[in-house]
């Protein structure tokens, strides 16, 4: 059990492969740190994983589950399985709806309309990523990129993954918004979330990651 | 060392008006701020996210939005024109971009993307009467003089920055503010950014690096001498020399944040900041410090160079 890219190939423009013959494992309960420096090519491999960016070459498999096999129509409840936060929280959240929407948004995708339910989801879920109960109804552009972030990290646990991807998630961060952040994540580790992060803050990864790789030296 | 800019008793508010049930609010992103920008020193003043830090610079460059209220005084050497009550076209046309450089955050979203980055700097110099060309800029920002002609979504982020920095630099100000300038860039780039700040530092000009990433202060503060602030809710919580704030933090609030740094203990801070809306009364650390609770509110006191506005927390 584990979501692994085999003989990845990938990128964005014809002949530019920035994601060349890579092989990834990501295990249950454990955290992948990959590193490289900007530009390299990270945030592409963590679409290709997420399953939103198609490689050229090469599989991704959840579970055993090969996603090559559906020409990348993945379905949504094979998607549902693979959280992402990115690295600009204001980038990746809709600025119209109150941080109680935005993380439950995953759940309403999935079919749930249950007012009272959503809420009580909500509620939870704010709980665990340290956001007050007063910061629900408030807007993207109303609170902090710190507590903004801890939004779209709640939004990235809402479906209860069993596979996390972090791009650069802290970049924007201070240190104690970091240490927080990844101690959430911890907690959800050790229930058995396997976690990939990609970033080029070597003592971060070398902070959190159980195994670094480094595709892209050397 | 003489003063370039000297801010004490600074307040800023906002008062927002209420809205779908709720009540108006009056968010406090600045309550009694006292700082000093000397010539040839770099000041670097980090925080939470939220905490306030970025107000500072909308603050002294008369770019504030039209609902905030100001008291205090931002005084600027040598004439000590008064930056809170200057109107706007002397602020216009006497001070930003001539007496004082702004650098923000993601500087290559401030370009024209239909112009190279050397027409825009040649246009920075001639509409500042600048005294130097657009290629010596480059070079003192450390931009590649190749970048000149390219247009700003052929830069990376890093070369961006650099343009930023060239074109705060063309009407040759005294004071340099920079707002997060190393936010989202690699190691080797905040690296980069931040010696080129205090280089400008060294040349003599009084530079402001707000920043949440301490270990970037921490670096530059290991090769020469560097002012540090810490902004806790609005308010400055400690301030003094750089190392020796990094070796023997005063406040509980600045040793929480050194403890988080992933190469020394990876702890976050316990709790929340407050938000600005609704601080506490007394101290506003109290609720997450671990010490006996104060009840009374500790003022900035200083000790020598350094100063810090927490009870228990100066050392005999």
């Not at chain 1, 939004?151 to 791009?167: F, H, I, N, S, T």
């Not at chain 2, 702004?102 to 600048?130: H, N, W, Y």
């Amino acid at each position: 059990m584990s979501l692994v890219g085999s003989g990845l190939v990938g990128g964005w423009r014809r002949g530019q492969a920035v994601v060349d013959q890579l092989d990834v494992a990501v295990e249950p309960g454990r955290v992948l740190g990959v590193a490289g420096p900007s530009g390299c090519g990270k945030s592409t491999l963590v679409r290709v994983l997420a399953l939103l960016h198609t490689p050229w070459r090469g599989s991704v498999s959840v579970d055993g589950t090969e996603v090559r096999q559906m020409r990348y129509r993945a379905p949504a409840a094979l998607r549902r399985r693979v959280g992402v936060v990115f690295q600009q929280p204001r980038a990746s959240a809709d600025p119209r709806l109150t941080l109680s929407d935005l993380l439950t948004e995953p759940l309403r995708a999935a079919g749930e309309r249950d007012r009272a339910v959503l809420d009580a989801r909500a509620a939870e879920l704010c709980d665990r990523v340290g956001l007050t109960a007063e910061l629900r109804t408030r807007r993207p552009h109303e609170v902090s990129d710190g507590q903004l972030q801890r939004a779209c990290l709640a939004r990235a646990l809402a479906a209860e993954p069993d596979y996390l991807l972090c791009d650069e998630m802290t970049a924007m961060l201070d240190a104690s918004t970091t240490a927080a952040l990844v101690s959430v994540i911890s907690a959800e580790v050790d229930r058995g979330l396997g976690v990939l992060t990609v970033s080029h803050d070597e003592p971060l990864l070398a902070a959190w990651a159980d195994e670094v790789v480094r595709p892209w030296s050397g | 060392m003489s003063a370039a800019l000297e801010v004490t008793g600074l307040d800023v508010r906002f008062r927002l008006r209420g809205s779908r049930g709720r009540p108006p609010r009056l968010v406090r992103a600045a309550s009694d701020v006292a700082l000093t920008l000397h010539h040839g020193r770099l000041l670097a003043l980090v925080g939470e996210s939220g905490c306030g830090k970025s107000v500072l610079t909308e603050a002294l460059t008369g770019l504030l939005p039209g609902n905030a209220e100001t008291r205090g005084r931002a005084t600027l050497h040598p004439d000590g024109l008064d930056l809170l009550t200057a109107p706007e076209a002397v602020l216009r046309d006497e001070v930003r971009g001539r007496r004082i450089g702004l650098v923000g955050q993601s500087a290559g979203t401030f370009l024209t993307p239909t112009r190279t980055v050397g027409a825009q700097l040649r246009e920075a110099v001639r509409m500042l009467d600048g005294p130097e060309s657009a290629e010596v800029l480059a070079e003192r920002a450390g931009l590649p003089a190749a970048a000149l002609d390219l247009y700003p979504h052929e830069l990376s982020g890093g070369t961006a920055q650099r343009a930023g920095l060239a074109a705060a630099l063309a009407g040759d100000p005294e004071v340099v503010l920079a707002d997060e300038p190393t936010a989202g860039l690699d190691r080797p780039l905040v690296d980069r950014t931040t010696d080129l700040l205090a280089e400008l530092a060294r040349a003599g000009k009084a530079v402001l690096l707000i920043t949440h990433d301490l270990r970037a202060v921490r670096r530059i503060a290991a090769s020469g001498p560097v002012d540090l602030a810490v902004m806790y809710a609005s308010r400055i919580v400690e301030s003094g020399p750089a190392d020796e704030v990094f070796a023997r933090p005063w406040h509980p609030y600045t040793a929480g944040l050194l403890g988080a740094l992933p190469d020394e203990g990876f702890v976050p801070v316990p709790g929340h900041p407050p938000e600005l809306s609704d601080l506490p009364s007394g101290c506003p650390f109290r609720p997450r410090c671990g010490r006996p609770s104060c009840t009374d509110d500790p003022t900035l006191v200083h000790h020598g160079e350094r100063a810090v506005a927490c009870h228990p927390a100066v050392p005999a």
